[in-house]
């Protein structure tokens, strides 16, 4: 699968939200737009349950490819995959994160960004 991002909202603009989510459609918006954030950077959790609000993705990969800045993004890992170092470390398993794939990262094997500089 091959995902073409250009986010429809920043993190900073989720922040700007985040006092009005007890308005349901604006709480939806926040959801959405945490949960589809391929890092898995921006987590929002429930107030009266204290658990995060993932959605249910099926183990799979992804490419994102951003076509705005003409550049390969990073492997979108989901649905708790298992990443292991190559010196048999395991990090924490997560619902997404992404993978850098540009060798720029200084944070690898996540991405950081680094490949729109």
């Not at 997404?96 to 200084?106: D, E, I």
């Amino acid at each position: 699968m091959q995902l073409l991002v250009r986010a429809s909202m920043t993190p900073k603009a989720i922040w700007n939200l985040l006092e009005k989510t007890d308005d349901p459609e604006v709480r939806k918006i926040v959801e959405y737009e945490a949960a589809h954030w391929p890092a898995g950077r921006l987590v929002v959790w429930d107030r009266e349950t204290a658990k995060a609000v993932e959605p249910k993705f099926e183990p799979s990969l992804g490419l994102i490819e951003d076509t705005e800045k003409q550049v390969s993004g990073p492997i979108w890992v989901r649905g708790g995959i298992p990443v292991v170092s190559t010196d048999g470390k395991t990090y924490e398993v997560r619902n997404r994160v992404t993978l850098c794939r540009c060798g720029k990262s200084s944070n690898n094997p996540f991405c950081d960004g680094s490949h729109v500089a």
